[in-house]
């Protein structure tokens, strides 16, 4: 159903795709969006057990997509240093796929949104992120994304690196 990826001497090794995924902060969502035309958005989120979470408004382009289609796809760059010197960058990525869907179960909204807020505010006590969730409640909408399917890649320098074992 999903295709392998092209160059596999590019793979990283699962756990190190989730890595990037758990201490990531930002990444960029693709939905099928109006007459055809892909909509991708980069979002804030937190990865839990193998799901992603995001928050959104309630209406907009992006609840609209998800609404006519669950599937989606993510990206997150965890590395990516410019080499001028040899025309290329040393990066790794992750693609996930997955559906995507809209919580509508207050229990879960709220499960969700705590995750998020302890992700970017891991510092602030339980009363605070009470008080902040509490204050945008009502125009407040989460996301919940399933992976399905998900592959990282590294640039060829660092690819080449590890086979060596320097990595």
Not at 16 to 25: A, M
Not at 78 to 84: K, N, S
Request: negative net charge; hydrophobic residues 35%; aromatic residues 8%.
């Amino acid at each position: 159903m999903f295709r392998d990826m092209r160059r596999k001497k590019q793979l990283l090794p699962p756990e190190e795709s989730l890595l990037i995924l758990e201490n990531g902060t930002s990444g960029v969502l693709a939905v099928a969006g109006d007459d055809g035309y892909p909509y991708t958005v980069p979002l804030s989120y937190v990865y839990h057990d193998s799901k992603i979470y995001f928050h959104a408004a309630k209406s907009g382009h992006k609840i609209d997509a998800v609404r006519n289609c669950s599937k989606a796809s993510f990206c997150v760059i965890g590395q990516d240093q410019i080499v001028p010197e040899k025309y290329t960058s040393l990066y790794r990525s992750v693609v996930a796929f997955g559906k995507i869907r809209i919580l509508e179960d207050d229990a879960e909204k709220r499960d969700a949104i705590e995750k998020l807020a302890v992700r970017y505010n891991p510092d602030a006590d339980a009363s605070e992120i009470d008080e902040a969730i509490r204050k945008d409640w009502e125009p407040l909408c989460m996301l919940e994304f399933t992976i399905e399917h998900m592959t990282g890649k590294e640039g060829s320098e660092l690819a080449a690196a590890r086979r060596k074992g320097a990595i």
